[in-house]
């Protein structure tokens, strides 16, 4: 990131007032496609969609050179089972049965990927058909997803491998008009019960999704809260990374605050009677969520070292002197450093925060803090 840019992305945060990025959002009548590697910079993706929070499509060009396009898939643009095979067969993977749906799921079962290739090309030959159902590789995303939204509210990327998706994208706050009348997500945004007044009240509130046909070697950037669907439309293989960083760090400390709400309202009947109550709360959250107060601000706390210490070093490994910024620069860190110290100040005065022991934390959390504020009156004329 150089000095331009993160100048932009302050003065963006700003002009939010306290709203969440994620809930600030244009309406589009397209996802935009990024053609040429070469004219596209990190400051232009950072720029028109990690701020606003928008979605868009890479085209091939820019994984052409992944190995994995070349050895998983064979010259005919199919999965390469033979590969796969003999370099990954004995893994275990989890999969899920597309067929059984279990609530707003499926059910799971683990098993050897040679087994699960096994059972695909039988599917294959079944004319896409097989009595054990459809089954679900979750690690490559193989088949149909669920309506959802990422983990976390996180930010993520999908590159096609082989094969071809159909996605359908709903901004953030869209997914609200497709509740059914008990409050529930659809399972299917594509079912024809959604027509169903009765069954979903608040419907014809919902505007039509983005619809996004993925080719083979394309990547989705999907942004943070943005519900979506997407369906295999022949044989696909796709990698796919979450992750969070300055500009959606809000939106992911809004949605564990709704977990933890939500997990709360589910036990209040039991508040007066359970000691340790919030602390159980905590528990249940974890649980549910993967994640709780506590190790979300962990989480905080290992990022916020590593940018105070990469701005301390005043260079990032990846630029060298005099010459182009490669790497996680000291601009990036500094604003990094600027948005966690606002979440962590948001965390420090939840109550059901100051509920949890930190007493054993190092540093604490307003120790951190104050160290994070002192960094950021550090860095304006960076």
């Given at each position: 990131m150089?000095?331009e840019?993160?100048?932009?992305a302050?003065?963006?945060?700003?002009?939010?007032?306290?709203?969440?990025?994620?809930r600030?959002c244009?309406?589009?009548?397209?996802?935009d496609?990024i053609?040429?590697p070469?004219?596209?910079?990190y400051a232009?993706?950072?720029?028109g969609?990690?701020?606003?929070?928008?979605?868009c499509?890479?085209?091939s060009?820019?994984t052409?050179d992944?190995?994995?396009?070349r050895l998983?898939?064979?010259?005919?643009?199919?999965?390469?089972f033979?590969?796969?095979?003999?370099?990954?067969?004995?893994v275990?993977?989890?999969?899920a049965?597309c067929g059984?749906?279990?609530?707003?799921?499926?059910?799971?079962?683990?098993?050897a990927l040679?087994?699960?290739?096994?059972?695909?090309?039988?599917?294959?030959?079944g004319?896409?058909s097989?009595?054990?159902?459809?089954?679900?590789?979750k690690?490559?995303?193989?088949?149909?997803?669920?309506f959802?939204a990422?983990?976390?509210?996180?930010f993520s990327?999908?590159?096609?491998?082989?094969g071809?998706?159909k996605w359908?994208?709903?901004?953030p706050g869209?997914?609200?008009?497709l509740?059914?009348?008990?409050?529930?997500?659809?399972?299917?945004?594509?079912?024809?019960?959604?027509?169903?007044?009765r069954?979903?009240?608040?419907?014809?509130?919902?505007?039509?999704?983005?619809?996004v046909?993925?080719?083979?070697?394309?990547?989705?950037?999907v942004p943070?809260?943005?519900h979506?669907?997407?369906h295999n439309?022949?044989?696909?293989i796709?990698?796919n990374?979450?992750w969070?960083?300055g500009c959606?760090l809000?939106?992911?400390?809004?949605?564990l605050q709704?977990?933890?709400?939500?997990v709360?309202?589910e036990?209040?009947?039991?508040?007066?009677?359970?000691?340790?109550?919030?602390?159980?709360c905590?528990?249940?959250?974890?649980?549910?969520?993967?994640i709780?107060f506590?190790e979300?601000?962990?989480?905080?706390?290992?990022?916020?070292?590593?940018r105070?210490?990469?701005?301390?070093?005043?260079?990032s490994?990846?630029?060298?002197?005099?010459?182009?910024?490669t790497?996680?620069?000291?601009?990036?860190?500094?604003?990094?450093?600027?948005?966690i110290?606002e979440?962590?100040?948001?965390?420090?005065?939840?109550?059901?925060?100051?509920?949890v022991?930190?007493?054993t934390?190092s540093?604490?959390?307003e120790?951190?803090l104050r160290q994070?504020?002192e960094?950021?009156?550090?860095?304006?004329?960076?």
């Amino acid at each position: 990131m150089d000095r331009e840019t993160r100048v932009f992305a302050e003065s963006h945060f700003r002009g939010l007032e306290g709203r969440l990025p994620s809930r600030v959002c244009p309406k589009l009548d397209r996802v935009d496609f990024i053609e040429k590697p070469d004219s596209f910079s990190y400051a232009d993706f950072f720029k028109g969609y990690l701020l606003p929070n928008l979605p868009c499509v890479f085209s091939s060009a820019f994984t052409e050179d992944w190995g994995s396009r070349r050895l998983w898939v064979t010259p005919s643009g199919k999965p390469n089972f033979d590969y796969l095979l003999q370099n990954y067969g004995d893994v275990v993977v989890p999969v899920a049965n597309c067929g059984v749906q279990e609530y707003n799921s499926n059910p799971k079962e683990h098993m050897a990927l040679r087994d699960y290739i096994s059972y695909w090309k039988e599917y294959i030959q079944g004319n896409y058909s097989s009595s054990r159902g459809c089954l679900y590789l979750k690690d490559w995303h193989l088949c149909r997803s669920p309506f959802h939204a990422d983990i976390f509210r996180s930010f993520s990327w999908s590159v096609n491998i082989c094969g071809r998706k159909k996605w359908f994208f709903f901004p953030p706050g869209q997914e609200d008009a497709l509740r059914d009348r008990h409050g529930g997500l659809p399972y299917d945004v594509t079912s024809p019960s959604l027509l169903d007044s009765r069954l979903h009240p608040m419907r014809d509130g919902c505007s039509p999704p983005l619809e996004v046909t993925q080719e083979a070697g394309e990547m989705v950037f999907v942004p943070s809260g943005w519900h979506h669907q997407v369906h295999n439309l022949e044989d696909t293989i796709s990698i796919n990374h979450n992750w969070v960083n300055g500009c959606n760090l809000a939106n992911m400390w809004h949605f564990l605050q709704q977990e933890l709400r939500a997990v709360q309202q589910e036990v209040i009947e039991w508040r007066d009677a359970m000691p340790d109550w919030h602390h159980h709360c905590q528990v249940i959250m974890k649980s549910c969520s993967g994640i709780n107060f506590e190790e979300f601000y962990h989480f905080l706390k290992i990022i916020a070292e590593r940018r105070l210490l990469l701005l301390a070093k005043g260079m990032s490994p990846g630029q060298a002197e005099g010459g182009e910024d490669t790497g996680l620069g000291p601009q990036q860190a500094a604003f990094d450093i600027s948005r966690i110290a606002e979440v962590l100040e948001s965390v420090v005065v939840h109550p059901d925060f100051q509920r949890v022991d930190t007493s054993t934390f190092s540093p604490r959390p307003e120790v951190l803090l104050r160290q994070l504020k002192e960094a950021v009156a550090a860095t304006t004329s960076l």
